[in-house]
């Protein structure tokens, strides 16, 4: 079993928006990997793509283990499901602007390496490496801050406060909704 975790039934997972805790946890590794892990993943990437983003980490559906599933290009085929990812390389640096689906109307100015090389296990528990640059490395980035409880919130300049004081607000009257 996973850490003493039940998985939930797929189907009730949803997306939860800040100011969840849960987002806020530090994500368990992923110890046991269970076939519903993989329903739990295919669940994921379907909410993704329903909320038309790009990636998605199991704390945002209220998991806190240590996986996230992404896709930059929007080819199924190319769907990654990354579990106890870590980085292996970090190099070159750009700033650009950054949403989060826990996070509606809010964008965030972010500064991220522009090459990544991750390391990962797949849905069996194997080992995999995976090399990205822009916005692949990007996302892998966002979404690994996910599973250490950070949100793009968190690294606003002053400029950024005020264009998002409103989204902000909005969000901590809305919860819990
Ligand atoms: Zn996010």
Redesign the pocket.
């Known amino acids: 079993m996973m850490v003493g975790m039940k998985l939930p039934k797929p189907e009730k997972l949803r997306i939860h928006l800040h100011p969840d805790p849960v987002l806020r946890k530090v994500a368990k590794p992923v110890s046991d990997f269970p076939a519903e892990l993989e329903a739990v993943a295919r669940r994921m990437l379907e909410l993704m793509r329903r909320e038309e983003g790009v ?1 998605l ?1 199991a704390p ?1 559906v209220g998991l806190s283990i240590r996986l996230f599933v992404c896709n930059v290009d929007g080819d199924a085929k190319r769907d990654l499901i990354c579990i106890n990812p870590r980085f292996i390389t970090l190099e070159g640096a750009e700033e650009k602007e950054e949403g ?4 509606p109307s809010v964008k965030v100015l972010m500064r991220r390496a522009t090459h990544a090389v991750m390391e990962a296990h797949d849905l069996s528990g194997r080992t995999f490496r995976a090399e990205g640059d822009g916005l692949a490395a990007r996302v892998w980035q ?2 690994s801050d ?1 599973l250490d409880g950070r ?2 919130i968190d690294n606003m300049s002053a400029t950024d406060e005020i264009a998002n004081r409103r989204a902000l607000k909005q969000l901590k009257t809305d919860y819990p909704a």
């Open positions: 990636g980490a945002q989060c689906l826990s996070l966002h979404e996910h949100l793009i």
